[in-house]
């Protein structure tokens, strides 16, 4: 298994209730002139840089912070995360998902449906060896953890507090680490809601819903369905793989799922057309028909080269340190891998049982985490809490479509797919993706009708 199919399983976002000090950050160092390629005339501003996370500033985390295109001292500030462990929330979340901008050529064309437009959106490349964010000792990429993750998340926030003109927050993560973070994250006037887009919750139950997806949407015979929830199943598969020991059964059914889903289908998104030349893994001319498509499929080669640029480092103020080249998810950092299977829907409830507010929304064509197995986690944790359904299942409306299918439990806990849309729900489907983000930010019930 590659390591690029773990890219962004998890999305955590948490909205923050913090007002930012625009008019002290005017002269900041980190504030953004001008990113080559944007548009003109923008009506934010953008800042990025580091934050040291250490006593002796070895290592520095990298973030791009994106004000709120209307009345950002008045917006909340949402901070982003993609998953992986190990990809980018520069170059996955702000690139391709929900940013500003996205990359073509030599141009950045505008989002239309950045979800800046609702918020001030922090961007972290989390943790150490992420993307631009670096340790000058490169013995800190060996046997990184969720544990590490987040107590450096921790560190930077107290480090925000005190360097930083620009946001005055304080935040956590939870998911990642969470244990050195619970307190911080209990306290609800810090934190005002959690939102999290296909997550791994539970890695059995997660993993195990991908057979009978990949089955019902035609991507796999009878028989290697069969082979698939019986002789060796995914969540056993990942074990062993992670263990080292695939044993020759599980091996067996493996290449007869890949053979049949083909490398030619993007399991991201089931519904989408691959990205020809990063198939093939050779620079191919793409092919002409792609332009005019909805969706540029091969938005992350761009985006790799758009953030090697020197003219875009320097622009963004980052730096490459111990590594040659900026990539979408590291391949230096030696990550605890079996942290995937500690379950974090635990943490989810205690978030609940504190008060805050939990969305879990499934991009509805994704086969990784399929919306199976986040709806039935999230079924079972509301009845473990005891919460009644507030909102019963239904549709939920943008424009005159129907944007997915949502349900709510206890006012507090709530569930929504996101119709045709992708793992990374904001890429493919930004306009319902920002309707939902909206609702969820001011507290109010998706639209039941158009
Ligand atoms: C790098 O980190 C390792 C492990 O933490 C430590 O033993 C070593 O002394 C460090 N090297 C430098 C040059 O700081
Ligand atoms: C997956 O396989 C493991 C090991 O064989 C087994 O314990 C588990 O019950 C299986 N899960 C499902 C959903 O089939």
Redesign the pocket.
């Known amino acids: 298994m590659c390591s690029s199919s773990w890219k962004t399983m998890a999305v955590a976002l948490l909205l923050i209730e913090l007002w930012l000090t625009i008019e002290s950050s005017l002269a900041h160092p980190d504030k953004i002139v001008k990113l080559p390629g944007q548009p003109p005339r923008l009506s934010f501003q953008q800042f990025s840089g580091y934050v040291t996370v250490d006593y002796k500033k070895h290592k520095a985390l990298f973030y791009y912070f994106v004000e709120s295109e209307t009345d950002p001292a008045s917006k909340p500030l949402v901070l982003w995360l993609n998953g992986g462990p190990g990809c980018s929330s520069l170059g996955v979340g702000a690139f391709s998902e929900n940013g500003p901008f996205r990359p073509n050529g030599e141009f950045l064309v505008k989002n239309d449906y950045s979800w800046n437009r609702e918020a001030n959106m922090l961007y972290l490349e989390t943790p150490i060896g992420v993307g631009f964010s670096y340790s000058t000792n490169t013995s800190s990429y060996e046997a990184v953890d969720d544990e590490i993750t987040g107590t450096g998340i921790c560190i930077l926030q107290e480090k925000a507090m005190q360097d930083s003109d620009i946001f005055h927050a304080s935040f956590c993560i939870p998911g990642f680490g969470v244990t050195p973070c619970l307190q911080v994250l209990s306290s609800p006037n810090v934190f005002r809601s959690l939102q999290l887009g296909n997550p791994v919750l539970e890695f059995?139950?997660d993993f195990?819903s991908r057979a009978e997806y990949f089955w019902s949407h035609g991507l796999i015979s009878d028989s290697t369905y069969k082979m698939f929830?019986?002789v060796?199943?995914?969540?056993?598969y990942v074990?062993e793989y992670y263990r080292d020991s695939v044993s020759p059964s599980c091996s067996k059914v493996m290449s007869q799922v890949s053979r049949e889903t083909s490398k030619f289908v993007d399991k991201y998104d089931v519904t989408l057309d691959v990205c020809i030349s990063s198939v093939l893994s050779q620079s191919m001319a793409i092919n002409p028909q792609q332009v005019s498509e909805r969706l540029d499929v091969c938005v992350e080669d761009k985006i790799v080269n758009y953030l090697n640029r020197k003219d875009v480092q320097k622009a963004l103020h980052a730096r490459l340190v111990g590594v040659r080249r900026w990539t979408v998810c590291s391949n230096i950092l030696d990550y605890q891998l079996l942290n995937l299977e500690m379950p974090t829907i635990s943490i989810v409830g205690s978030l609940i049982k504190s008060g805050i507010p939990v969305l879990v929304y499934s991009g509805d064509q994704d086969s990784v985490i399929p919306l199976t197995g986040s709806r039935s986690l999230v079924s079972r944790l509301a009845k473990e809490l005891e919460l009644e359904t507030t909102v019963p299942y239904r549709v939920w409306f943008e424009g005159k479509q129907v944007g997915g299918w949502t349900q709510v439990y206890g006012n507090i806990l709530s569930f929504a797919t996101i119709r045709g849309a992708s793992h990374e729900a904001p890429f493919s489907q930004p306009e319902r993706s920002l309707m939902l983000f909206k609702s969820f930010l001011e507290g109010k019930p998706l639209p039941e009708v158009f």
């Open positions: 059995a139950t195990n929830t019986s060796c199943n995914y969540s056993r074990s």
